[in-house]
Structure formats: C-alpha cells, structure tokens
C-alpha cells in the first residue's frame, strides 16, 4: 500500500507516515467515522499536515485589486489568456523553484491579473476572449450563469493550442458568488487542479444592502475564499497522478490550500465577516464547522449558489460539495483579543466503496481499493482549513437585515417529473445508464416547461455532486438521506442549510433522492444545449456527464 512517490520523494521519516496513513484508509478509515477526533497518533504528522493545528502559520493569500486573484471590475471586453506559468504555493528554502501552474493572464484598465476575480454588476455585458496559451486544447465555462448554450463553454467548444474563442453574454444571473474554470473535453480535472478557475462575482441591489448593513469591504471583510485539496512532491511541485482507484473515485489531496495558501492563518478584528466559500476541489467534501477548541461556534449563512438566500440562518456546521459555494457571516465581535478561532472540515462518513466490492466481481475488492488512494488525507477525515487570529480592533456589533432577498418558489405544482438514476458499472458512474458522447442527447426539455428532477444514487457507490448548466434550480426535498445529513436538516422536506435558495449544484448521497425544482424558460433564439454531471471532476472527465437540449 506504501506508494512509490512518497518512499522516493519524502524520505524515511515522511515515508513511515505514509504507511500510517495507508494503513489508516485500509484498516482505519470505517472505525474513525463519527468520532470527531483530531489526533491519530504519532504517524499522522507530515509537513503542511491540515490536522496539525501547529502548522497553521503561513499568511492567509487576500486578493487585491491585481496581480494573482486580484479583483478585476470588468468594464468593456477583457481578455484571459489561458498560460502554463508557475505559482509558489508550498513555502520552502529560498533554493525551491515555484510549483508549475496553470493561469488566466488578463490586462484590463492598466492593471495586470492572473486569474482574476472577475466582478461585474447584474445586468451587465460580459465580453471576453479566451486566448489559448497552453500546449493542449481548453475551453472556459462559466459556473452557475446563464447563457446561451454557445457561451457556456461546453466540451463541445474546446479550442486547439494557438486558438480563440470570443464569449459575450449579458449577466442574467442576480448577484452571487459564482465561478469560472475550464470545461476542456476529459482534461477539466487535471486543468482546473493545476489552476485553471477562479470567481466570478455578481453585484446587485441585494448584495449592496448587506454589504452596507454590515460595514463590508471586499477583500478586507468580505472575503473570497476557494477551499482545494492538493498534493505535492517534496520540491513543492503540484502532483497529479491519479491512479486507477483514484480516477474512478476521485483525486483527494492531502495539504488543504485555502486561497492556494496552505496552512492559512487570518488575523481579524471583534466584528462581523463575510466569507463566500467556494468548494474548488476536484473530488473532496467538506463538513464546514467554526470551532474554538472543541466547541462549534454558530456561523449564519446569508447565501448559496445563486445569491442570498431568503433570511440568515444560523448553523453550525454544513457540507460543501465540490462546485457548490456557501456565503457566511462569522462574528467576531464578541471575541478577545488572542482568541483563535477554525475553519474546519468536521469528520463524516464517506459513504464510499458501500456494496462496490459486488460490482467489481470479487469478495473485499471494495475494501482492498479503499487502501489505493496516494492522499494521506481520507475523505471524512477532520482536519482545519483556516486559523483565525483575534487580534485587537474596533469592536463592532452590526445588525443583520432580517430579509435578505426574495426568492420566488418555482411553481411546481402538477410539473412532470424526470427520473434520474446515478450508478456504477464495470468501475464507471453512470447517468441514467450512460457515460458521456458528445454527440449523444440524453433527453429534450420544452423550453419553458417546469420540471422536477428526481435524482437517486442508489446505496452502490459514493456521494455525487451534481451540476447542472444553463439554469439554476430550487431544492424540494431530500428523502433517505444518511443520518449524517438528516441530523442537519432543519429546513423542512429534509433540507439543509446548503439546499437554500438558488442553486447549480446539489450533494446527493447514497441512499438518497433529492427532488429539485427547474424553470427552463429562457430567452435564447433556437434550441439549447446543456450538460447535467458530477462536479467530482475525475467523474465528469470518466464520463459521468449528460447532454440536455431544451427545445422550442
Ligand atoms: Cu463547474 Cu460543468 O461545471
Ligand atoms: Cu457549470
Ligand atoms: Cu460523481
């Protein structure tokens, strides 16, 4: 079960954790589930380890207004010039070469950015270029905007090396936190894990509101925040190497990178921030918590994928899935001083590899491929993301408007209803039975017709993420859901705070079905096509992926 990589590259003492944290995902990871605990002994330790809480120490990456991450306010035609370029995420000796990276360059009002966060106000034109600069084809979509189909940057529409593709839409979407990445035809994974994403914020009305109630600044107090899981050799150098086992259920790092830095620590003052989580990881789900030592502190989500939710509501934890986005308001202001504060992945159950050992046609198979991943970070492990630092300020006690926005209920009532059914064959997720073809529509909507979509994952299997393009849609109801999230559902019709409001992407478990409303009005002459998938991007790329065409 010791991998290669790590007995090469990271020396003895590095390798003898390797094989504690193999023999944890082979014989370990089941009995851990449930409990919360943090330390696993000795053999856990690795540097840059997310369990350690004495690793959090390297200065929270904030963007400003350029350079990497900078927050460009799009006004007039931009250009993102896809580049294979370098980035240093791991620090290390001053000898340590940045790690290879994939970036969007763009220059725009006299500034330059990698891979801006784009910020533009609703209603507005967006007009963009895709320059490609890289040795391979790419392609940008644009997650959780509506668009025409030729805007969305589908597979279909990847461009050679050398080439370019002009988008130019109008921002249909209210205000929210949404993101773009590249949709490369079976290279989204391997692109978007070497960089190719970041956010794309939408302003509105609303959004102004909260941001005047509560004193916020983007970049200051109002903060993007993308959540990845990586892995990295012992030059600091990003890996991507998925094996068999890991192709099928996912890529999983082991350091946790919240705004590319790792181990990140945040000094805030007693008030009121804002936090728009994006889940950019490839495969792995997050438990979200705050914790101070061990008690969870409440947070209040304030928003989901598309823009705030209808009043704030206050939790204590949440999953993300990968894709899905969570706006928080984390309040400090009753805080001291020296106080220290997490973000946290809380542990959970996987739900992974349940019955697969069936599937593949041999006793244990499913077990013995449970110890085959190379991350020494299982999913449903507890770890820390973030170290908040109290330190000294103006204290700040803000009142939160009691609405927030006003979210119409899609009027379902008598809508027809579409099966969709998730499963596995011969090592392959499924959609409906098939696996992704280009060419291949999968079912034809009338456009303007309301449909509820009952998407179930039987227990075979792992938890799915599933996205859909073109449209947002409301969450119904969620019915057998695992106890883990069933504990969490506070919000009628088994809802947790996560199926709130607009969203694009939605976790289904195994065991599950989850209802969810959709309005497939749109305004674009001719008929449309979208991809349904799993935002588990190993999945998409396999081919867990669907063509959907709303017809006039
Ligand atoms: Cu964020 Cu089709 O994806
Ligand atoms: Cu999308
Ligand atoms: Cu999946």
Redesign the pocket.
């Known amino acids: 079960m010791l991998k290669r990589r790590q007995l090469i590259q990271l020396g003895g003492l590095v390798a003898v954790a390797g094989a504690g944290a193999a023999v944890w995902t082979a014989f370990g990871s089941r009995g851990m589930h449930g409990s919360q605990a943090l330390a696993v002994g000795p053999f856990r330790h690795y540097p840059f380890d997310p369990v350690a809480a004495e690793n959090f120490r390297q200065k929270l990456f904030i963007p400003v207004a350029n350079g990497p991450f900078g927050v460009l306010n799009v006004s007039g035609p931009l250009t993102l010039r896809a580049t294979a370029a370098s980035f240093p995420l791991l620090p290390g000796p001053p000898s340590q070469a940045p790690s290879p990276f994939l970036l969007y360059q763009s220059e725009h009002g006299g500034a330059t950015y990698q891979n801006p966060i784009l910020r533009i106000e609703s209603g507005a034109r967006f007009t963009a270029s895709l320059d490609n600069g890289l040795a391979e084809p790419t392609i940008i979509?644009w997650?959780?905007l509506h668009t025409p189909a030729r805007m969305d940057?589908h597979p279909a529409d990847t461009i050679k090396p050398g080439a370019r593709y002009e988008y130019d839409f109008n921002v249909r979407n209210r205000g929210g936190t949404y993101?773009y990445?590249t949709?490369a035809h079976e290279l989204?994974a391997k692109q978007a894990y070497n960089g190719l994403a970041s956010f794309f914020l939408v302003d509105d009305d609303d959004q102004r509101k909260v941001a005047q109630a509560l004193g916020l600044k983007l970049g200051v107090t109002d903060l993007p925040l993308v959540i990845q899981d990586k892995q990295f050799d012992a030059q600091g150098k990003l890996v991507y190497q998925p094996n068999m086992h890991e192709s099928m259920m996912g890529w999983l790092g082991d350091i946790v990178l919240a705004n590319l830095t790792p181990n990140a620590v945040h000094e805030i003052t007693p008030r009121t921030y804002r936090l728009r989580l994006l889940n950019g990881s490839n495969a792995r789900i997050y438990r979200l918590a705050f914790a101070r030592g061990d008690t969870l502190l409440p947070f209040t989500v304030i928003g989901t994928d598309g823009g705030l939710i209808e009043r704030p509501e206050t939790v204590t934890q949440a999953f993300l899935a990968p894709?899905e986005r969570l706006d928080v308001l984390f309040d400090a202001a009753r805080a001291q001083p020296g106080e220290t504060v997490f973000l946290k992945s809380l542990s959970f159950d996987p739900m992974e590899n349940e019955g697969a050992a069936g599937n593949m046609g041999g006793q244990g198979m499913g077990q013995m491929m449970a110890g085959m991943g190379s991350s020494r970070l299982a999913l449903g492990e507890a770890f820390n993301v973030l170290k908040l630092s109290v330190v000294a300020g103006e204290r700040i006690t803000a009142t939160l408007p009691t609405t927030l926005s006003r979210i119409q209920p899609i009027g379902s009532e008598g809508a027809a209803e579409r099966q969709i059914e998730l499963s596995m064959q011969a090592m392959r997720f499924l959609i409906n039975g098939r696996t992704f073809r280009m060419d291949e529509i999968a079912f034809e909507v009338k456009r303007g017709a309301v449909e509820i979509w009952r998407i179930s994952n039987p227990t075979l299997g792992m938890p799915h993420p599933m996205?859909i393009?073109g449209f947002s849609f409301q969450v119904l109801e969620r019915l057998n859901s695992p106890s883990q999230l069933s504990d969490m559902a506070r919000f009628g019709q088994g809802k947790t705070v996560s199926d709130l409001g607009w969203k694009?992407?939605v976790l289904i478990w195994p065991g599950e079905t989850v209802r969810i409303a959709i309005d497939f009005t749109h305004e674009f002459p001719g008929d449309q096509t979208y991809?349904f998938?799993c935002?588990n991007l190993e999945h998409?790329d396999a081919g867990m992926?669907i063509n959907f065409r709303v017809v006039t």
Do not use: I, N, P, R
């Open positions: 979509h997650h959780g940057g993101w990445h949709h989204t894709g996205h393009h694009d992407t991809l998938h935002h998409e992926m």
